[in-house]
């Protein structure tokens, strides 16, 4: 066989992985847009105390931390289809799990289910890597943008699903915050068929099928990303925006609920949140690929830091104000994620690189965890618009990091 003709066959194979990847990834999205705000809700709901909202947040971002280092181990032994298959399933369990959780109004199960539809967050991270598993220099921001952006249609959806799937949920004598986890078991399930399904030839085995990969243990990974700085760059820049973006989305629905907002109206906030999320991921990807990793990540740090400023001098009754605060704060993260995840796929080592996506996101789901919980005592004890407030000196101090490091990797000018 020509090279050209290897070349084509891998295009073409790229085509259909992303593709595959893409269609997963809006039913993964549906299934796990409306669980983020109906758990807060739900566990508020069951205990009667709003400093505990940030817990089945906190308990999902546990679970996809573990996740992210089984998923890791998983895909090194048996590739990506094994595992981003076994993680969305692993959530539908955790989504009947709170369906069972939310009719015994049990905290401490609803709690053990939020840990395993955590897992389905952990598969959607590493689907993002496994775009790339075939891509080069010319193509490799686009594939990775273009997965995230296959959520926007499922993720758009989902939460402004929580008012009618609690309809529904009532006509079947179940709680109505059960709703949303009855449409997530479905989703999820159908997103787990796809992948194992559809998702041949498998983009870690085919990438990796003439070297032998070693898996390092996270610490030691992590030791060789901070001495990179461009990885570090990466890290940080994922790991920050993460932690910014989940605090404050997580706790919005609870700001909201002080002054007994709908279900309809929160759902539709949480829509717009998520649009930004993905949305223009695909421009994103075209940004970073055409003028670099480092400007799309200062873009992205400062959008998230107009988004703390317009969401934390919000009333809860502003509904049009935390809509433009929340779709900020969804565009930020969107670029935190592509530019962060682009540069440090790129700039680490071969042989550290599995071990390198999967140390990045059990470090992004374990600070989001750390911080997604504080956020409920925050909101409870100061208030909303501090919580905003304590996201800006974490935001600056990457943006720093970012003004000082020299990044060796320009602007890609091959057309993809």
Same mark, same amino acid.
């Given at each position: 066989?020509?090279?050209?003709?290897? =070349?084509?066959?891998?295009?073409?194979?790229?085509?259909?992985?992303?593709?595959?990847?893409?269609?997963?990834?809006?039913?993964?999205?549906?299934? +796990?847009?409306?669980?983020?705000?109906?758990?807060?809700?739900?566990?508020?709901?069951? +205990?009667?105390?709003?400093?505990?909202?940030?817990?089945?947040? +906190?308990?999902?971002?546990?679970?996809?931390?573990?996740?992210?280092?089984?998923?890791?181990?998983?895909?090194?032994?048996?590739?990506?289809?094994?595992?981003?298959?076994?993680?969305?399933?692993?959530?539908?369990?955790?989504?009947?799990?709170?369906?069972?959780?939310?009719?015994?109004?049990?905290?401490?199960?609803?709690?053990?289910?939020? !840990?395993?539809?955590?897992?389905?967050?952990?598969?959607?991270?590493?689907?993002?890597?496994?775009?790339?598993?075939?891509?080069?220099?010319?193509?490799?921001?686009?594939?990775?943008?273009?997965?995230?952006?296959?959520?926007?249609?499922?993720?758009?959806?989902?939460?402004?699903?929580?008012?009618?799937?609690?309809?529904?949920?009532?006509?079947? #004598?179940?709680?109505?915050?059960?709703?949303?986890?009855?449409?997530?078991?479905?989703?999820?399930?159908?997103?787990?068929?796809?992948?194992?399904?559809?998702?041949?030839?498998?983009?870690?085995?085919?990438?990796?099928?003439?070297?032998?990969?070693? =898996? #390092?243990?996270?610490?030691?990974?992590?030791?060789?990303?901070? =001495?990179?700085?461009?990885?570090?760059?990466?890290?940080?820049?994922?790991?920050?925006?993460?932690?910014?973006?989940?605090?404050?989305?997580? !706790? +919005?629905?609870?700001?909201?609920?002080?002054?007994?907002?709908?279900?309809?109206?929160?759902?539709?906030?949480?829509?717009?949140?998520?649009?930004?999320?993905?949305?223009?991921?695909?421009?994103?990807?075209?940004?970073?690929?055409?003028?670099?990793?480092?400007?799309?990540?200062?873009?992205?740090?400062?959008?998230?830091?107009?988004?703390?400023?317009?969401?934390?001098?919000?009333?809860? !009754?502003?509904?049009?104000?935390?809509?433009?605060?929340?779709?900020?704060?969804?565009?930020?993260?969107?670029?935190?994620?592509?530019?962060?995840?682009?540069?440090?796929?790129?700039?680490?080592?071969?042989?550290?690189?599995?071990?390198?996506?999967?140390?990045?996101?059990?470090?992004?789901?374990?600070?989001?965890?750390?911080?997604?919980?504080?956020?409920?005592?925050?909101?409870?004890?100061?208030?909303?618009?501090?919580?905003?407030?304590?996201?800006?000196?974490?935001?600056?101090?990457?943006?720093? !990091?970012?003004?000082?490091?020299?990044?060796?990797?320009?602007?890609?000018?091959?057309?993809?």
């Amino acid at each position: 066989m020509s090279a050209s003709q290897v =070349r084509m066959d891998n295009r073409a194979d790229g085509r259909h992985i992303v593709g595959t990847l893409a269609v997963a990834a809006v039913f993964g999205g549906l299934g +796990t847009a409306s669980t983020t705000p109906a758990g807060s809700l739900l566990i508020t709901k069951i +205990t009667g105390n709003d400093s505990l909202a940030g817990l089945t947040q +906190t308990s999902g971002l546990v679970g996809a931390a573990i996740a992210a280092a089984v998923l890791a181990k998983i895909t090194s032994n048996h590739g990506r289809r094994v595992a981003l298959s076994a993680g969305y399933a692993a959530a539908v369990i955790g989504s009947a799990l709170a369906v069972i959780a939310a009719v015994n109004s049990s905290a401490l199960l609803l709690l053990l289910a939020a !840990m395993l539809v955590g897992c389905a967050v952990a598969t959607a991270l590493q689907a993002r890597f496994a775009a790339v598993d075939t891509a080069d220099d010319s193509n490799r921001s686009k594939r990775l943008s273009f997965v995230v952006w296959g959520s926007t249609i499922g993720a758009v959806t989902g939460p402004n699903l929580i008012a009618p799937s609690g309809h529904f949920a009532q006509q079947m #004598h179940l709680p109505p915050l059960a709703g949303p986890y009855l449409i997530s078991g479905s989703t999820l399930a159908i997103a787990a068929v796809v992948i194992m399904v559809l998702l041949r030839p498998d983009p870690y085995l085919v990438a990796n099928r003439t070297t032998t990969v070693t =898996r #390092h243990p996270v610490l030691d990974t992590l030791t060789v990303i901070h =001495r990179n700085p461009p990885a570090r760059l990466g890290l940080w820049t994922l790991v920050v925006g993460h932690v910014a973006m989940v605090s404050i989305m997580v !706790m +919005t629905p609870v700001h909201m609920k002080h002054d007994d907002m709908g279900l309809s109206i929160i759902g539709f906030v949480i829509s717009v949140h998520v649009a930004g999320m993905y949305a223009f991921s695909p421009l994103v990807g075209a940004a970073a690929q055409r003028w670099g990793r480092k400007p799309v990540i200062l873009a992205g740090l400062g959008t998230l830091l107009a988004a703390a400023a317009v969401a934390g001098t919000a009333m809860p !009754m502003d509904a049009l104000q935390l809509e433009i605060g929340l779709f900020l704060l969804g565009a930020g993260w969107s670029m935190t994620l592509i530019g962060g995840s682009t540069l440090l796929a790129e700039s680490i080592e071969a042989d550290y690189k599995i071990s390198a996506q999967g140390a990045s996101d059990v470090l992004m789901s374990a600070s989001a965890a750390l911080f997604g919980g504080l956020a409920g005592v925050v909101i409870a004890e100061l208030s909303y618009a501090w919580l905003c407030a304590f996201a800006s000196p974490l935001l600056i101090a990457v943006a720093v !990091m970012a003004l000082r490091t020299r990044t060796t990797l320009s602007p890609i000018e091959v057309p993809a």
